[in-house]
């Protein structure tokens, strides 16, 4: 079965600092990727998606993400965080073919301090 | 407003009591899924229903019982839970067939004594 793994449980930042958060999957496969973030009190929402095509992909709020499929990976970065991205943040991988379901990590806090 | 509502938000129960989450989404998706998230682990994907059948149980205990009446419900009936069955329960919607964009609800808080 394929897994996604995020080795930073807590990651702790000064506004301005720049973040990358990785993310490894384990499937040979071809795969769809996705970041989803959840803010404090919020439900958990899309934060970009990579189908195929550019592997450098951006999603809202200045995020971006790069796929390097050698490395089975899929980082998340922000060139300059500000508080408000204090939020969890997950990785998830979706096999293309019949079953089609998301697989998550077990996500990474991020904490930006002011 | 994510369009996926679920209550309640929190609920404390006894491991002998019987209660229900149920989720509503207005989105117009014919997908919605269960999942349970704990602390430091991974979302548990529990239930998938397509158009009202469910097509995926991941070996979920009895305890947890889904029911799906149409599109656009989907309850989570509880009973003689344990204690290790506290976690955030969230629901979730997508379109069918699933393109990995899921619709989440803020979740149920359920706490088992």
């Known amino acids: 079965a394929q897994s996604v793994s995020q080795h930073n449980h807590h990651v702790i930042l000064s506004e301005a600092a720049s973040l990358e958060l990785g993310c490894n999957y384990s499937y040979g496969g071809t795969v769809n990727l996705f970041w989803y973030v959840q803010y404090p009190g919020q439900h958990l929402q899309l934060l970009l998606k990579y189908f195929s095509g550019d592997p450098l992909v951006k999603g809202i709020k200045g995020f971006e993400a790069e796929f390097i499929k050698s490395k089975f990976s899929f980082n998340l970065r922000k060139p300059s965080v500000q508080w408000s991205d204090t939020a969890e943040y997950f990785c998830a991988v979706m096999l293309s073919g019949s079953a089609r379901q998301l697989t998550f990590g077990s996500g990474t806090q991020l904490t930006v301090l002011p | 407003e994510t369009g996926v509502t679920q209550t309640p938000r929190h609920l404390v129960m006894g491991m002998t009591n019987k209660k229900s989450l149920k989720c509503e989404q207005h989105?117009?998706?014919?997908?919605m899924y269960w999942y349970k998230q704990s602390a430091k682990k991974p979302l548990e994907l529990m239930f998938v229903y397509n158009f009202k059948e469910q097509t995926e149980n991941n070996s979920v205990p009895s305890r947890f019982s889904p029911e799906c009446p149409n599109s656009s419900h989907l309850f989570l009936h509880l009973h003689t839970l344990q204690p290790e069955d506290s976690a955030l329960y969230l629901c979730?919607?997508?379109?069918?067939?699933?393109?990995?964009?899921?619709?989440f609800g803020e979740g149920s808080r359920l706490t088992v004594l």
């Open positions: 989105l117009g998706h014919n997908a």
């Open positions: 979730a919607s997508s379109q069918d067939p699933p393109n990995g964009e899921l619709f």
